[in-house]
T-cell receptor
Framework: GGIITQTPKFLIGQEGQKLTLKCQQN?????MYWYRQDSGKGLRLIYY???????QKGDLSEGYDASREKKSSFSLTVTSAQKNEMAVFLC????????????FGEGSKLTVL | GEQVEQRPPHLSVREGDSAVITCTYT??????FFWYKQEPGASLQLLMK?????EINEGQGFTVLLNKKDKRLSLNLTAAHPGDSAAYFC?????????????FGQGTSLSVVP
């Protein structure tokens, strides 16, 4: 089996600050994803990457940047954190981009003061 | 695009009772359906993957029903126990595109009371 590791698990930032979340997977999966999880709203796709150096915008990409410099890692940057923003960011990877079966990390919880 | 509605948002049942969570979707071309379970502080774990060709899918302690005519997917936990307390998410994808994007339901927080 494999594992998806997200760092940090908790991130506290100031309004306007640029904040970066990191994700590593050892499944050797090609496709990786970043989702935002808000209470009562399910998971919304921010960015995904089909292969190394590929980036595709999801439904919620405004205010975020992403980077896929290696097959095993996928980073997400909040370009300017908004005050009172609180959400959990989930990284995932998939064995097959056509069937949609995802494997998730444990999440990174963001709090903006 | 695809929209998925999941109900109820919160559900509390007694141990031994059944619990039913339902998702409705809009895209008739949807082909793969998933149920994920998320325990507190943990990642989402795949509970079951369903293909559009199968209407009834049975797992350990639960049944997943797919009604393509009504575009409805349901998760039925039979004889729920406290270990079933978690958040549950349905997800729907269409395989017609070269990239299959999952659309998630809003989630259901299930509490099983001893």
């Amino acid at each position: 089996g494999g594992i998806i590791t997200q760092t940090p698990k908790f991130l506290i930032g100031q309004e306007g600050q640029k904040l970066t979340l990191k994700c590593q997977q050892n499944f050797n999966h090609d496709t990786m994803y970043w989702y935002r999880q808000d209470s009562g709203k399910g998971l919304r796709l921010i960015y995904y990457s089909i292969t190394e150096n590929d980036l595709q915008k999801g439904d919620l990409s405004e205010g975020y940047d992403a980077s896929r410099e290696k097959k095993s890692s996928f980073s997400l940057t909040v370009t300017s954190a908004q005050k009172n923003e609180m959400a959990v960011f989930l990284c995932a990877s998939s064995i097959d981009r056509n069937t949609g079966q995802l494997y998730f990390g444990e999440g990174s919880k963001l709090t903006v003061l | 695009g695809e929209q998925v509605e999941q109900r109820p948002p919160h559900l509390s049942v007694r141990e031994g009772d059944s619990a039913v969570i339902t998702c409705t979707y809009t895209d008739p071309n949807s082909y793969y359906f998933f149920w994920y379970k998320q325990e507190p502080g943990a990642s989402l774990q795949l509970l079951m993957k369903v293909f559009s060709s199968t209407e009834i899918n049975e797992g350990q302690g639960f049944t997943v029903l797919l009604n393509k005519k009504d575009k409805r997917l349901s998760l039925n936990l039979t004889a729920a126990h406290p270990g079933d307390s978690a958040a549950y998410f349905c997800a729907v994808s269409a395989a017609s595109s070269s990239f299959s994007k999952l659309v998630f339901g809003q989630g259901t927080s299930l509490s099983v009371v001893p």
